[in-house]
């Protein structure tokens, strides 16, 4: 059962990320640098000042364990949680403009890849170890993708660039646990709002003036980035990237099903086949896990 409480974090995360388009697409008519300048400003703003209200604590001793670190831990550190800042605001853009320019089905292939790049990833560079019926689930992952870049080879572009961030996000952060993990969140926040604010003068629009855009742009903040992510790094923590990339095809099968119930964008066999083999392939990377909490809870 102690692994119960990180699959769930996971499942939460990825299921409300499912339902993204449902506050984005209201704002496609706006550009997509401009929701994603609001957006990191008003996380990195929203957590600056919890951090400083109510953990205080937790930012001394973080402050203090990093004090602690030999020379180039510390430089390893630093650049790793750039780096992290860089990935996931190139993965927001990507997954803004193909949400809002191109299709809500395109951002659903971006995390039917994220998981078979997040685990071959995963096996090279972290060293994580996969049984005969994981590389099997993995197969039947490409496979699914294959079979949706035959229906549409653009959209599998617009969707391994989506992908191909977020997998390198999620290999990065297994190995940044030894802080509070709201203060990594935090630190990531407030470089990404780093990043883009020498771009916001020149490339934002006229300031926007409907209630409309701030309202959604708030929800996007809070609940569909800062509570999913601390979710997804407190389910790092506890078990294995390649898993929880594997539990990332949640978001894309209900971003699936609200593409083509609530968008009415069309659908063909090739792409029913496609999701039902990704589905069963996520059955079948974690099916072990799956019956050993099953048997424990019994």
């Not at 992290?84 to 951002?107: E, K, P, Q």
């Not at 790092?236 to 095809?249: D, H, R």
Request: charged content about 10%; aromatic content about 16%.
């Amino acid at each position: 059962m102690n692994h119960l409480k990180f699959y769930l974090s996971a499942i939460v995360a990825f299921s409300i990320w499912g339902t993204f388009s449902l506050v984005l697409k209201p704002l496609h008519s706006y550009a997509s640098l401009d929701i994603l300048f609001y957006r990191v400003f008003s996380c990195a703003v929203i957590m600056t000042v919890i951090s400083l209200l109510f953990k205080r604590k937790q930012l001394k001793n973080n402050l203090e364990i990093f004090k602690s670190l030999h020379p180039k831990s510390k430089q390893k550190t630093i650049s790793l949680n750039v780096v992290s800042s860089i990935l996931l605001t190139a993965n927001w853009f990507s997954f803004i403009y193909v949400m809002n320019h191109v299709n809500v089905r395109a951002t659903s292939v971006a995390y039917l890849v994220c998981p078979i790049i997040t685990t071959i990833l995963a096996y090279f560079i972290l060293k994580d170890k996969l049984t005969t019926l994981q590389w099997l689930s993995v197969f039947l992952s490409f496979l699914g993708c294959l079979l949706l870049s035959y229906t549409s080879l653009s959209d599998m572009f617009y969707s391994s660039i989506i992908g191909f961030t977020y997998a390198c996000y999620l290999v990065s952060q297994t190995k940044n646990n030894q802080f509070d993990k709201f203060l990594v969140l935090n630190f990531h926040m407030i470089i990404a709002a780093l990043i883009l604010l020498p771009f916001f003068p020149a490339y934002s629009g006229p300031i926007p003036t409907e209630f409309k855009f701030y309202f959604f742009v708030e929800i996007i903040a809070v609940m569909y980035t800062i509570i999913p992510l601390l979710l997804n790094l407190f389910a790092l923590s506890g078990i294995a990237s390649s898993k929880v990339g594997m539990i990332l095809n949640i978001n894309p099968i209900i971003a699936f099903i609200l593409a083509s119930t609530v968008y009415n964008e069309p659908l063909n066999p090739i792409q029913i086949v496609s999701y039902a083999l990704i589905f069963v392939a996520v059955i079948v990377f974690n099916g072990k896990e799956i019956f050993r909490l099953k048997t424990e809870k019994l």
